[in-house]
């Protein structure tokens, strides 16, 4: 029962969101690219790390790490409505727009590594089932996979790579939307059945353990990709449509662990996605079928989201002199080069600590800001999430597979 109810919500889910008014839908497609990226890997990976860490708690250290997340999208939404028509018309200042290039450059680097990361972690799902785990194979999947990515940017521009990357992102929601309603369904059922509860992982806190929380920051990044879509969208837009994909993330994430938490007590045999496997299987052989499906519209989706915000990134930082079309086979190329030199867990440790210097220096910029439209208490606010940030760059320690 609890696959079939999964099957037919991920059905329903996937007519809604492959309507042609959906994908047609600009307010959408503007909400859309945030949100890949934002889920991206970790409706997967967050689960079992944030178990071994905090227990039945999880759900908890997961809340924390969303609302430091919509903070700093404050952050960038200050700097959306009011550094951008500062830097347009060069009356910015010095402080802020040297500020602002520094934190450009910081973010395309960190844009080029999350692509490789997103794209090793797809072909490694991808392969799985075949029991394909060598180096070789994954980086000749993810070869591939850039060579399409850079190709269709370079032939069909923009709106064809966002093309892509709405329907990954339908894809995933349909999924995520199918695996919550049927562990709804499992929870209440168990829930009659013991009407004292389910036998729940005991919660508990470390203070050891805060390091690799601050290091997980880079699983809720990606609303800052609305920052660099303002060819295509308006500041009104891009402010609306981050708010409502962040979000929109957030509800996922929180119900996503609440339903999993009475799950989290289940033996698990390895770490990363195959106790999330583990987790599920007792309850249905269709979840972790869909879970496998999820990964891999996950990571393509949060790929492609983060490939269209380094292509609008660098199109900024050359003041339009390369169009945009032709900023999509750079991003292939760099990432080809970082995954054939990397791998997975130093990805995750460059990325990490590049989305965190990135949003400091933001913060930074939106305080200035601030400061400059006589907000004491907003600029004060703002450097204080920029002392957070840089404490993810210091102390954060990406977690294994994360």
């Not at 891009?238 to 708010?243: A, E, I, N, P, S």
Request: proline residues 4%; aromatic residues 8%.
């Amino acid at each position: 029962m609890v696959g079939t109810i999964t099957i037919l919500v991920a059905l329903g889910l996937a007519v809604w969101l492959f309507h042609p008014r959906m994908l047609r839908s600009d307010v959408w497609r503007a909400v859309g690219t945030p949100l890949a990226s934002i889920i991206g890997s970790g409706f997967l990976v967050s689960v079992p790390i944030l178990r071994d860490l905090y227990g039945s708690w999880a759900v908890i250290a997961m809340a924390a790490l969303l609302m430091l997340a919509y903070l700093v999208g404050g952050a960038v939404r200050e700097n959306i409505v009011h550094v951008e028509p500062l830097l347009a018309n060069h009356g910015a200042g010095r402080p802020i727009a040297s500020l602002e290039r520094l934190s450009q450059l910081v973010l395309a680097f960190a844009y080029f590594i999350s692509v490789a990361y997103y794209l090793v972690l797809f072909a490694s799902f991808l392969l799985k089932p075949a029991d394909i785990d060598d180096a070789l194979p994954v980086k000749a999947t993810v070869t591939a996979l850039l060579v399409v990515i850079g190709s269709v940017g370079l032939w069909r521009g923009f709106r064809a790579v966002e093309g892509l990357e709405i329907y990954a992102v339908s894809a995933k929601l349909a999924v995520i939307g199918g695996l919550i309603a049927g562990l709804v369904w499992f929870d209440g059922r168990e829930l009659l059945a013991a009407p004292a509860g389910p036998t729940l992982l005991p919660g508990h806190f470390e203070t050891g353990s805060l390091p690799v929380l601050l290091g997980l920051l880079i699983l809720v990044q990606g609303f800052e990709t609305s920052r660099f879509l303002g060819d295509t969208y308006t500041a009104k837009m891009r402010v609306r449509t981050m708010k409502v994909a962040q979000l929109l993330a957030a509800a996922i994430y929180i119900a996503f662990f609440v339903v999993m938490t009475p799950l989290l007590a289940n033996a698990t045999g390895d770490s990363g996605v195959a106790a999330i496997l583990d987790m599920l299987r007792p309850v249905s052989i269709v979840l972790p079928l869909l879970v496998l499906v999820g990964a891999l519209a996950s990571q393509s989706s949060a790929a492609i989201a983060d490939t269209l915000g380094a292509g609008g990134l660098i199109h900024d930082i050359a003041r339009s002199r390369i169009s945009l079309k032709h900023t999509y086979p750079l991003i292939a190329l760099v990432a080809g080069i970082v995954t054939w030199e990397t791998d997975v867990y130093s990805l995750i440790s460059f990325a990490s600590r590049c989305f965190a210097l990135y949003y400091a220096l933001q913060c930074l910029v939106a305080a200035l800001s601030a400061t400059r439209r006589a907000r004491p208490g907003r600029a004060v606010g703002f450097a204080a999430l920029a002392l957070v940030c840089a404490a993810v760059v210091v102390f954060g320690t990406p977690a294994e597979g994360g």
